[in-house]
């Protein structure tokens, strides 16, 4: 993306909050939650979102979180949601 005004290139940092938030939503759907967002399926989310926060040091709210924070909040998932295996791995 480039500056409208000077024409210099802009890099804007990774959203790793929204990535993780991707990962989790895929998780419950993994675990048989609709695609599309419900109340019963955002409330899963929230929980999920608060035993994450718990663990991880600075994830709270919507604010930016760095790439290690995004990988303990992932490690946190796996324990809480591990992924099934799938009818090929049987």
């Given at each position: 993306m480039n500056?409208?005004?000077c024409g210099h290139e802009i890099?804007?940092?990774f959203n790793y909050s929204k990535k993780?938030?991707?990962d989790i939503e895929e998780r419950l759907t993994?675990?048989?939650?609709?695609q599309q967002r419900n109340p019963h399926k955002y409330q899963a989310y929230c929980s999920v979102r608060?035993?994450?926060?718990?663990?991880?040091?600075?994830?709270k709210?919507?604010?930016q979180i760095t790439e290690e924070q995004y990988k303990q909040g992932i490690?946190?998932?796996?324990?809480?949601?591990?992924?099934?295996?799938t009818e090929a791995d049987c």
């Open positions: 500056c409208p005004n890099t804007a940092p993780l938030a991707d993994h675990y048989g939650h609709p608060v035993v994450i926060a718990l663990h991880v040091e600075g994830i709210g919507a604010r490690e946190v998932l796996d324990r809480i949601l591990p992924e099934k295996p």
